[in-house]
């Protein structure tokens, strides 16, 4: 009964010093279980300098290669969920796009759409990516589909996920916020979490402790660098629509159908100008598939680039 006792007694020791830990260390907690995410998906993280920047990045799997780009103020790990399910029969690279997530930010650069879209170019180049797959969410859609205009020979297809760069038909929430109040996709105070989740998923998550905590630091810290990159990428926001015949890769528009930051009526925009397209609706979806729905985006898009015509 002693041995039992004292036996007890360690198991509660470990799990109050564990649930110690858990809230006394959010970041170090936060790492361990992005790092068992990336684990479990088949990634590992990586880096190289491009120019003046260091770009951090998740690379795994193996066979043809897929570069994923993630939107505004997000980082390389929005996507891996997803990626779990592509790392069986595909090559995946997904940078933390140059001033976001570990990648530099540095005040002095520009971070407009001719910079970035340099930088991503020589990070293809540098890491000999030639012939690939690109899809992209929000400001990385955005981002996609303008390297598929100015490197159409690199392209196999390109990925549209609730994409930037066209006007919608119709103003989304978001939108009609941003008239009248400071940027709405910018954390206001550690309070402000549940407004952003909601804005960015239909049925929004339930964070752990140590994620939510680092967010919000994240968050706030980067807030005024966010700041800088909207305003200078902004006056290029729609210039993809008027490009959009040029694109010769083949398409897939996907879109949550209770996307709150772009209305679910950008897709006939991307319909009208794109030549060859296949269109996925997701429903009970918001801004964010591949993170709110994973499994159901991948099947999609993975039975979207299996079929893909040469």
């Known amino acids: 009964m002693k041995v039992v006792k004292k036996v007890l007694i360690a198991i509660l020791v470990l799990i109050v010093a564990l649930v110690a830990c858990y809230y006394t260390f959010p970041e170090k907690v936060a790492g361990y279980m992005m790092d068992a995410a990336r684990s479990k998906a088949g990634l590992t993280k990586k880096e190289i300098k491009i120019d003046d920047h260091n770009i951090v990045y998740l690379e795994g799997g193996k066979g043809p290669t897929i570069l994923l780009l993630h939107g505004y103020t997000g980082i390389k790990d929005n996507w891996t969920m997803f990626a779990a399910y592509l790392t069986k029969s595909y090559h995946v690279v997904i940078p933390d796009i140059p001033g976001y997530g570990e990648s530099s930010m540095i005040e002095e650069d520009s971070y407009d759409l001719t910079n ?38 690199e392209i196999i297809s390109l990925g549209l996920f609730d994409a930037a760069g066209v006007k919608s038909l119709e103003k989304s929430v978001v939108m009609k916020m941003a008239e009248t109040e400071e ?55 729609y210039s993809l629509e008027k490009e959009l015949p040029n694109i010769k890769a083949q398409t897939l528009i996907l879109w949550g159908d209770k996307d709150k930051v772009l209305d679910v009526s950008s897709v006939p925009v991307f319909e009208k100008g794109l030549k060859n397209h296949k269109t996925v609706i997701i429903k009970d979806c918001g801004h964010l598939p591949m993170m709110e729905k994973p499994q159901e985006t991948a099947t999609y898009y993975i039975d979207f680039i299996q079929n893909i015509k040469n």
């Open 116 to 153: 970035q879209m340099l930088r991503l170019h020589k990070f293809a180049q540098a890491i000999e990516m030639k012939k690939f797959h690109i899809a992209g969410n929000s400001m990385g859609g955005f981002l996609a589909g303008t390297y598929a205009v100015r490197y159409p020979d």
């Open 183 to 237: 940027n709405p996709l910018l954390l206001k105070d550690s309070d402000d979490i549940k407004r952003l989740m909601s804005l960015f998923f239909a049925n929004p998550p339930s964070l752990p402790y140590p994620i939510k905590k680092v967010f919000i630091k994240t968050s706030l810290t980067n807030r005024k660098f966010y700041e800088k990159e909207r305003n200078e990428i902004f006056p290029d926001f």
